[in-house]
Structures are given as C-alpha cells and as structure tokens.
Nanobody
Framework: VQLQASGGGLVQAGGSLRLSCAAS????????MGWFRQAPGKEREFLAA????????YYADFMKGRFTISRDNAKNTVYLQMNSLTPEDTAVYYC?????????????????WGQGTQVTVSS
C-alpha cells in the first residue's frame, strides 16, 4: 500500500488542522492505520491508531483529547483532526499502515509509511 499525507501547514497557537492520508489499493479496510510525528532532534512518537473498520481507536495519553483519528474506507483515507494546537505540536506528521489489526503503538508495529507533512504552530 502507498500512502500520501497532506493537510499540514502553518497555524497559530490555539488553531486547528485536519491531516489526511490517502492510501492506494483496494483493501484499505484490511489495514490498521496510525499517525506519528517527529519533531527536530526528537524521536518519532505515536499519536493515534484506528482499526480497519474504524470501530477501535487508540491514542497517546499526552494528547489529552485534542486529536481525533477517523477513517473513510470508501475514500481510502484516514484523518487526524488536531485542535488547540501549541508550538510544541510543531513536527513532521506521518501516517502509517499495518495489514491486519492494530498490533501496537511503536513505529515497528507499522509496515508502510507516508512521506510526512509538516505542521508548524506559531506562538
């Protein structure tokens, strides 16, 4: 599966963005999907994951309900709605896919990665 992330950009603190990740292939619903981010000088960190059907969602504790993952299997797309953004959210955001169920929240639990989209939050 090939993944193409989009929707990043420059936003002021307190603002919102919705990231999208479009996937190729005909069996998108067979893939668990995830979102990660990597800030300069930091390791890639898990944000959220969603099962193939969309019935199960998993979030990093630190997100405190600010981010919401969703998917539209008819459009082969997964989304990350981000609210109340702060400068600490500045990073490159990546979507990832794993065939089957959500196997974990580490980078190694996902097999396919998109190219990343830059999110910059100004103070």
């Amino acid at each position: 599966v090939q993944l193409q992330a989009s929707g990043g950009g420059l936003v002021q603190a307190g603002g919102s963005l919705r990231l999208s990740c479009a996937a190729s292939g005909r069996i998108f619903s067979s893939y668990a999907m995830g979102w990660f981010r990597q800030a300069p000088g930091k390791e890639r960190e898990f944000l959220a994951a969603i099962s193939g059907s969309g019935s199960r969602r998993y979030y990093a504790d630190f997100m405190k309900g600010r981010f919401t993952i969703s998917r539209d299997n008819a459009k082969n797309t997964v989304y990350l709605q981000m609210n109340s953004l702060t400068p600490e959210d500045t990073a490159v955001y990546y979507c990832a896919a794993h065939y089957g169920v959500v196997a974990g929240t580490s980078s190694g639990s996902f097999d396919y990665w998109g190219q990343g989209t830059q999110v910059t939050v100004s103070s």
